[in-house]
């Protein structure tokens, strides 16, 4: 098992950047992809980003392409999610997820661990 805790979320303005952070510990990290992941309020959680064991492979939801980077610090256990020019439907909790031991998934189902969340607020 992994745990995860995610930080870095807040509020910021419509066209500002964040960059939410997630430390993981537990099973060796450098293993497996990592994800993250929002649920905006009524909605369900969907999939962000993705990036594989070793950073070399990643996905972005077609609403993020452009302006969300993903990376992840093997050395240090920690995946990131840089958020630029960010918009009000971007306003969601942010978790960061770690896969079932695959090195490279876009799957849902296959992101057994999760963070407890860390909320990101788009406004004006």
């Known amino acids: 098992q992994v745990q995860l805790v995610e930080s870095g979320g807040g509020v910021v303005q419509p066209g500002g950047s964040l960059r939410l952070s997630c430390a993981a510990s537990g099973r060796t990290f450098s293993w497996y992809a990592m994800g993250w992941f929002r649920q905006a309020p009524g909605k369900e959680r969907e999939l962000v980003a993705v990036i594989g064991s070793t950073g070399s492979l990643t996905y972005y939801a077609d609403s993020v392409k452009g302006r969300f980077t993903i990376s992840r610090d093997n050395a240090k256990n920690r995946v990131y999610l840089q958020m630029n020019s960010l918009k009000p439907e971007d306003t969601a909790t942010y978790y960061c997820?770690?896969?079932?031991?695959?090195?490279?998934?876009?799957?849902?189902?296959?992101?057994?661990?999760w963070g407890q969340g860390t909320q990101t607020t788009v406004s004006s």
């Open positions: 997820a770690a896969a079932n031991g695959l090195a490279y998934t876009t799957r849902k189902e296959n992101f057994r661990d």
